[in-house]
């Protein structure tokens, strides 16, 4: 092999500092929803071993969790919120740093995607405005459409900022190297920014700058506890996930990610195209103006595979890519990706609940070598 073929081939696996971690390779494990959570919004024993199963990954960002009781808006579904859930979250961590990896946290809170009888008192989920959202709920009653929210008073704001800086700080106990806030996929800080779900007249609503005042302030309150170093912040710009869409997306964001690289995150984290579906979508813009306007690292993140990842860190388009489903069926991604190895597909029907099955059970090509 030549030196020009192998240096080609390596975009991935060369180390990058990301803060003060040193990442030996390009390749993040996205935050991926698994719905195995027990009683309490404690995540659940089997945790352990799947997340140490995948320390291989440069970074581990693991699923959203939710921040409060408040923030929930799926059964089964972990929380940051109470010492049992830290110290569970605590064994996680270990087992992963025993591996030699790293692994942050996605700080989540739902806002209007979920149900009352998800939430403390059978309450109406909240939200910037009372709009009700396409789309269903899953529930220990199994799916059932979403409801009207209740628009959240100004008075309420400074109480959901502190929500985040408590799950910031729980993180911290729990052992986590980091935390990634989620303000993307029509989530409470993607409802607030965009402006087919915020309707408010107050401060956090109306202008680009008052319906990103929200995520700003979650953000100063989670680098407060953690240092803007150890901090990332994951936006999907383009996505209609969660019902949800801005007149004008462009300006709104270039202006978020300007305000985030002023506050110097360590990473954006960007969901090109719609969730979890096509890469490009009508209405689009190039989302590499926000690379542009940032100045930490650019993860990015959507259906890629080995092919796209290689080109897209050659075209210096990204400093990291995130992947999600192949991360599901193949423990060792890294070494497949490294090694040209074939993956595993992932089945869909273990990916949302259950036990051990489609969680732990996915082989190492070792494994595979054995049988
Ligand atoms: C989900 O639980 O389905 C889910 C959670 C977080 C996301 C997207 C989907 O960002």
Known sequence: MSTDSARIDSYLFEPVKLGPLQLPNRIVMAPLTRSRAKEGDVPGELAIEYYAQRAS??????????????????????????????????????AVHEKGGRIFLQLWHVGRISHPSLQPGNALPVAPSAIKPEGQAYTDEGFVPLVTPRALETSEMAG????????????KAAGFDGV????????????FLRDKTNRRTDQYGGSIENRARLLLEVADAVTSVWGSDR??????PLSSFGDIADSNPEPLFTYVVQQLSARKLVYLHVIEGDTGGPRDVPGGFDLQVLREAFD?????????????AQRTLKAKRADL?????PFISNPDLVARLRSGAPL???DKDTM?????????????MEQEAQR
């Open 57 to 94: 990954a440069g970074l581990i960002i693991a699923e959203a969790t939710q921040i409060s009781p408040q923030g929930k808006g799926y059964v089964f579904t972990p929380g940051i919120y109470n010492d049992a859930q830290v110290q569970a979250w605590k064994r996680i961590t270990d």
């Open 160 to 171: 959901i900022v502190e929500q985040y800086r408590v799950a910031a700080q729980n993180a």
């Open 180 to 191: 990634e806030i989620h303000a993307a996929n029509g989530y409470l800080l993607d409802q």
């Open 231 to 236: 901090v990332g912040v994951r936006i999907s």
């Open 296 to 308: 930490g690292l650019f993860m990015a993140n959507n259906g890629y595979d080995m092919e796209l």
């Open 321 to 325: 890519i995130a992947f999600g489903r």
């Open 344 to 346: 595993n597909e992932p």
């Open 352 to 364: 949302y609940g259950g036990g051990a099955e489609g969680y732990i059970d996915y082989p190492t």
